[in-house]
């Protein structure tokens, strides 16, 4: 058989957030099939087979079809070599642990060219599995063979390298759930939830109200106990020794049994239990010291080790199974089971005052009982150690039991709702007004006069815009500031209670938005799509899938703010999940009349007046004149008109919109 030259990738780019293709992370590849453009997948001999016998989890694509076997319908029928490899990344991707559930291929202007993208929240990872998933299909046309378990493998070591710890990821995946937005910052568990001054940081299991000096308190297991014992809660006796010597004396003085282990260690290591000889407590000082420096000889408590989780003040979580006494180190569990709903009120509280007392907001209470179900007091129990950032994987997976929504207590920690028969179904709770502008009409200045308002209304405002950014008026860094770095410096700035961010088309071509949803979407324009060949734009109708983009991402609480003036624009408005504003110059715009007949709100201008008006109602803000200063530097009427209508959207009032709009000045 022919043997047919490698499907060319032209250029790949990762969009890592919101774009023309979907809502979350994707890889978009540009694709060149050459002669293969000529041979659909039904014209190259024995591919289909060799293709479904390496990926037979291809049957469960429905694809286009809407069915179960419906991509395999497709390569029957004859489908292009684009589209096939946009299936294969994603069965790969799936194989490897990684649910891959959207991807999508279009041909471009350019025969034999098309457009592939598919979903994959690690650039990494996407890059990976676009390498092996090329490989195969290129294997599978020429009849040549392929590894798939190695490719496979290969993803898989992708993956490991760049996810999520399990605790971390259920966090994470638990914001999400609230649409809270998250942000890495770090390669590692690292990460940032919500946006700006809203935000709370997590690493791994610590979070931003953990305290430095609990964590330092949960280490020093002397200290701890010491503390522990004054307020009431039952420790074992316990004593710090220097010498093998000493610890078999304080053995013999506590009372045999003992356990000795290392007195700053809460992972299991250098522990010794149930400790009856001379000879087994000087084995145990001898591990127990080569990981610490002081050593700790205890009373065994018999029974059976459990591990409590403790996150705001409450238990979320308990599990027991076979530890080392002295840790609950999930690593060296043989078995777990959930007993969450068996702890006693009693064992409950003091396990809540332990974390209390030691100074964690979020703490793993190891403690040693026969009976979980029954108090402490009457079965001589006690509690071993309080552990800052505990894992959760035994929570999460247990053995046996129910696994239990520990990521959800702590984000409920975090964020706490404030009505649950209302739920935050936006993560308003982890967010900051963000305002985002797209077009190409005076958009910097509306970004930075809809930034002074916000100021003016009490919230400390970052603008990101072609002028620079600006945080509260300052400029911080000059330039243009249109692109993603610069709107997620603003997300990650702790100091930002809202920002505004211009953006551009070619910025959402190439990059995406660098926010997931947006307070106030503004559509200024639509002008712009005449320098965008190079990504398949080559008419304004072709710039309707970018500008949507940020309409698209408006939360269903938001509003999105139109210019009524452009047609093209006004008919976004069908797209946005918020409200919709819409500003004209032309009072009697027909899009601005069936607006308003509807009950919407709308600025405009009126006999030289600028009016807020919703429905039949209006009320006059001020004359054009009067509210367009010669230090403002306006524009034009549309860009006053655009910054009220997002400033409006914000809920900001007329009084301090009309006193904004005359104190403005551009330096």
Known sequence: MAHFQDIQLLRTTYLRGPSIWTYRPVLEVWLDLGVLEDYPSNLLPGFNERLTAWLPGLVEHHCGVGHRGGFLERLQEGTWCGHVLEHTIIELLNLAGMSAEFGQTRSVRQRGVYRMVFRCPEELVAKVALQQGHALIMAAINDQPFDVPTAVAAIEQAIEARYLGPSTASIVDAAAQRRIPFIRLNDGNLVQLGYGAAQRRIWSTETDKTSAIGLGISEDKDLAKQLLKAAGVPVPEWELVGSADEAWDEAQDIGLPVTVKPYNSNKGEGVGINLTTEAQVRSAYAAARAVTRHVMVERHIPGTVHRLLVVGGKLVAASRGEYPQGSANPRAAMATVDCTAQVHADTAYLAALAAKVVGLDIAGVDLVCQHIDQPLAGQGGAILEVNG????????????????????????????????????????????????????????????????????????????????????????????HTRWQAAHRLLVNRLAEAAVVQTTARSILEEGLAYDRCQVGLVTDWGGWEG?????????????????????VVLSQGMGVLNADDDAVAELASLCDGQVLLYSEQAHNPHLAAHREQGGRAVLVQQGEVILAQGRSERRLGSLSALSPAAAKVPTPSALLAAVACAWALDISPELLAAGLKTFVIE
């Open 389 to 480: 950032g505990p894992g959760l994987l035994m929570h999460l997976r247990p053995s046996q039991g129910v696994p239990q929504p520990v990521g959800e207590a702590i984000v409920q920690h975090l964020f706490p709702a404030a009505d649950s028969a209302q739920p935050d179904q936006d993560g308003l709770a982890a967010r900051i007004p963000v305002v985002g502008i797209v077009g190409t009409q005076h958009n910097a200045w509306i970004a930075r006069m809809t930034g002074w308002l916000l100021q003016l209304a009490g919230k400390r405002t970052g603008v990101a815009c072609s002028q620079g950014s600006y945080l509260n008026g300052r400029l911080t860094q000059a330039g243009d």
């Open 532 to 552: 965008l060949a190079d990504h398949d734009v080559h008419e304004a109708g072709d710039l309707r899938r970018v500008l949507r983009t940020q309409i698209d």
